[in-house]
């Protein structure tokens, strides 16, 4: 079980960057993988990015390679989504998610957020 809250979402224009963070909390002692799906209106979700528990390894959708980055601090059960050069169509709800693997994450987490808007205009 985790609840995930996410925060930092905003308004930014073309080129920005925003960083979004999302706080996990559980009451177990399971280490889960974190990551970020968006959806935008209209579009179904997709995967963005995910790193493992131990953060010795990142994946990345295509479409945000190079661009983003993803992190976290396990002393603060928190993980954060960097999103830089941001353009018009990186504009969506974006959920933490965790389960137990990246690759759990990109099929199908268990877990979600509540979700962050992130709009960027051009």
């Known amino acids: 079980q985790v609840q995930l809250v996410e925060s930092g979402g905003g308004l930014t224009q073309t080129g920005g960057s925003l960083r979004l963070s999302c706080v996990a909390s559980?009451?177990?002692?399971?280490?889960?993988?974190l990551g970020w799906i968006r959806q935008a209106p209209g579009k179904e979700r997709e995967f963005v990015a995910a790193?493992?528990?131990?953060?010795?390894?990142?994946y990345f959708a295509d479409s945000v390679k190079g661009r983003f980055t993803i992190s976290r601090d396990n002393a603060k059960n928190t993980v954060y989504l960097q999103m830089n050069s941001l353009k018009p169509e990186d504009t969506a709800v974006y959920y933490c998610a965790a389960d137990a693997t990246i690759a759990h994450i990109r099929g199908h987490a268990d877990y979600w957020g509540q979700g962050t808007q992130v709009t960027v205009s051009s």
């Open positions: 790193i493992n528990w131990s953060g010795t390894s990142t």
């Open positions: 559980t009451r177990t002692f399971s280490n889960f993988a």
